[in-house]
């Protein structure tokens, strides 16, 4: 299986700040690679498909990146409405390995 | 509008089954492959299953192969999930979601079912 390690597990920032979370494959995946945003009780809602393609609607401020098994998830200026978990995924291979999780926290 | 609508889980006893449904409108059903993902109480992700368009092709997490089976309706628009032999451990929030194929994203989840599994 494809191993997804996601760091940080949890950061903290303020309105206004840039934010980068990030995803090392244990292989390469391609650009197999999503993020998504959960906020509690609520089901993930895709932000990012293939590595850098922004989903229909998402706010330009977030972006993906890649550099062979590196992939980031970039938010360039926080919103309230951004504090959530967000997770990684890669879908090159099954199973469909997620990321552990980060805490996005307001400082 | 597209919209993904689980039902069918709660509470049940270790050893016991139990049958997900997810119930799909708004789009052609038949042109997606359909995953179960889970989410244990305070706990990340974990893909569960997946299901193919057009010909049913099925894959499993290893934790859950063996025990629990997906399928689908196309004529009634839904995806099932047949849970047999529960463990505790299969305690979770269970979404199902669409993907235009097997290695893209999937886009639209519904709002979940709770598993309980639990003597």
């Known amino acids: 299986d494809i191993q997804m390690t996601q760091s940080p597990s949890s950061l903290s920032a303020s309105i206004g700040d840039r934010v980068t979370i990030t995803c090392r494959a244990s292989?390469?995946?391609?650009?197999?690679l999503n993020w998504y945003q959960q906020k509690p009780g609520k089901p993930p809602k895709l932000l990012i498909y293939a590595a850098s393609s922004l989903q229909s609607g998402v706010p330009s401020r977030f972006s993906g990146s890649e550099s062979e098994t590196d992939f980031t998830l970039t938010i360039s200026s926080l919103q309230p409405e951004d504090f959530a978990t967000y997770y990684c995924q890669e879908t090159y291979r099954t199973p469909h390995t997620f990321g552990q999780g980060t805490k996005l926290e307001i400082k | 509008q597209v919209l993904l609508v689980e039902s069918g889980g709660g509470l049940v006893k270790p050893g016991g089954s139990l049958r997900l449904s997810c119930a799909a409108s708004?789009?052609?059903?038949?042109?997606?492959?359909m995953t179960w993902i889970r989410q244990a109480p305070g706990k990340g992700l974990e893909w569960v299953s997946y299901i193919s368009s057009s010909t049913g092709y099925t894959n499993y997490a290893d934790s859950v192969r063996g025990r629990f089976t997906i399928s689908r309706d196309d004529a009634k628009n839904s995806l099932y999930l047949q849970m047999n032999s529960l463990r505790a451990e299969d305690t979770a929030v269970y979404y199902c979601?669409?993907?235009?194929?097997?290695?893209?994203?999937?886009?639209?989840w519904g709002q979940g079912t709770l598993v309980t599994v639990s003597s």
């Open positions: 708004g789009f052609t059903f038949s042109d997606y492959y």
């Open positions: 292989r390469s995946i391609n650009n197999n």
């Open positions: 979601a669409r993907s235009r194929y097997s290695e893209s994203h999937s886009d639209y």
